[in-house]
């Protein structure tokens, strides 16, 4: 629409053009030699042929011919041509339209391919930095197909993958069609069996079509090196030859990729459970063996006849205790299963912040013993949040602190209700932790340096309780305090009474 | 002097503590236990214990610190606790003077076998500190290199008296393999073992009754060798 509009204005300069010429040779100037006058038509015929198309030319030739030979041929005044010289006058005109428009047009489609091809140029660029920027392997394919229909305003674009006897299609764009899958076997098959550079259109031959619904659809195969591992369908806007020979070039590369990154995540995850195993071994190497030695010792002791009555019940409580530390060692593998398989579910209830403590302080009842638990809850309102996970959190915040600070000091723990939620910090009056062992302390069987010999532990507690908070959306973090000891806080996501009412979550 | 044994336990995990105190309570053993290293070798000066359980992972000084400190000064019989199932722990113990050893999980009945073995080798040097050793049909004399299977003398080549002699010397112990290597052999053998396995075949032949089953001379696998004066290996 643009392109008619600038013609007809063109169209009307030239017009313009031509009487302005006419007005001032005949009315101001009386220029009256018809030499003078033909060079300056010719002047604005070259100008609009140079400039528009060669219709716009043509109309302007015929109107400056008119006006030479009304305004100024004799007989003045009339539209006849008497000197045969005129004739020559107005093919002279046309022959400049013509010759002049045909290059100017030359010239106009040569700057639009140059453009055009600037323009897919640019989009391959903007398209295999898509490429570049994908990371989810798994989705990539799709990404990719979507990515192509955006950048290049193509109607329809599919991704045909081979998978055993059948196609995985991925498409884009905002027609969708049934791609036929004969057609897709047929085209993949020739790929595979010939590999044939096209020297004219400077691609590699095997390109196909396919016509769907009265719709013709491009077949382009993918080929990694020079196996074909796919095939690219569009449809809709036309495209070079080149330009999708290059964007299944972008596409094949990019299907590589997502598998290579799939492969070395994989690669990746075993490495990671091989650590993971050798790391649990290890742990549960002492934290299995030595309540397994008690358990024994204690029910053969508890069966022999020789204890007394009280020394009977103290053998029992050992067994029953030492039952429960196996119980927590095995949730604990539980739960680190759990967290690294994301089977973590949260599910929110109202529940008192005291509630939750009370909760965590029964789950190491154990472990606390030998410490004063010194409680500050404020204020102690009805908060919603997953009540369980957060405890199960706190529990392992409490057994740590128990466990690397001296016996008879006190632990504080401290609720509050912050703008994030819920916070709970648990501080005790240990030896705080080593500056270096800082960085590590959430990773999973971390133990301190220093504190390795001397607490027993497997190094899952604080993993575990980073792991939970993360499935709460929630934040823990651990600090040494000024005046001594370490403090760990934990921040739940959480909605209280007024925040509810207020309709804004605290999250 | 078995009944009245004075024994310290030195173990950090108060559940160990609480179980294997009162077993050898009721096996009428007097019980002292420590939960560090430092406390263990101060009892070890103040109430001069007939006989140490160590557990290796202490939380100050490394069992095996212990082991080595107790021996500069005293010939205490040492037991230790290994709850690692590194091998290398407990050799390393054994190289610095335990006299045996236990591994977690165990069992009541393994650890009082163990005592008893190596309460029994403490005994017997307190009574006999003569050139001659007797355990069952055997007799060793020292000074004159002679060894006799009841009436009848056997000839053994010198290494498989010195391998004998070391052995009974520290009968009821469990010698490591670098120990023997080292003590028959001299430093620089520790690392051909093949030499310990094909000498202890020979002396099973020579003075074992059944040697597919020996009585005096037991393996301790992957470990060393031990003597044994008593009729059961414990």
Redesign the interface.
Known sequence: VSRNASDGLRLVAGLAAVALITLTYTKWLHVSNPAIVSATYLMVVLVVAATSRLSVAVVTSFAAVLSFNFFFLPPVGTFTIADPQNWVVLIAFLAVSLVASNLSAVARTRTQEAVGRRDELARLFDLSRDVLMMTQSREAISILARSIARRFDIEFVAIALPRESDWDISEAGPRSMVLDKTQLDAAFVSAQASLEFDAYARTYAGHRTMTVDGETIRLVPLRAGTKPIGLLAAAGRPIEPGTLDALAGVVAIAIERARFLEERKSAELTRQSEELKTALLASL??D???????????A??VK?S??SPE?RG??SD?IL??VE?LTRLFQNILDMARIDAGAVATESRWAHPSEIIAAARDQVEHTLRNHHIDVSIDPDVPVRLDPRLTAAALAHLLENAAKYSPADTTITVVARIVDEGLSISVRDRGPGIAHADLPHLFERFFRGAETK????GTGMGLAIARGLLAAEHGRIWAENCPDGGAQFTVVAPAMTRETEAAGSPAV | MTRDARILLVDDETSIQRAIAPLLRSRGYQVDVASTGAEALKMVADRSPDLMVLDLGLPDLEGTEVCRRVRATSNLPIVVLSARGAEADKVNALDLGADDYVTKPFGPEELLARIRVALRRVQSEQEAKTGMFRAGDLAIDYDRHRVQVGDTEIRLTPKEFDLLSLLARNHDRVLTHRTILKAVWGPNAVEQPEHLWTLVAQLRRRIEPDPANPRYLLSEPWVGYRFSTGQSNG
């Open positions: 190497g002492h299995l063996r030595t309540p397994l030695t008690a358990i024994r010792v204690a053969s002791n022999a020789w204890l020394a103290e053998q050992l205790a030492e530390r010999a001397r607490v027993s």
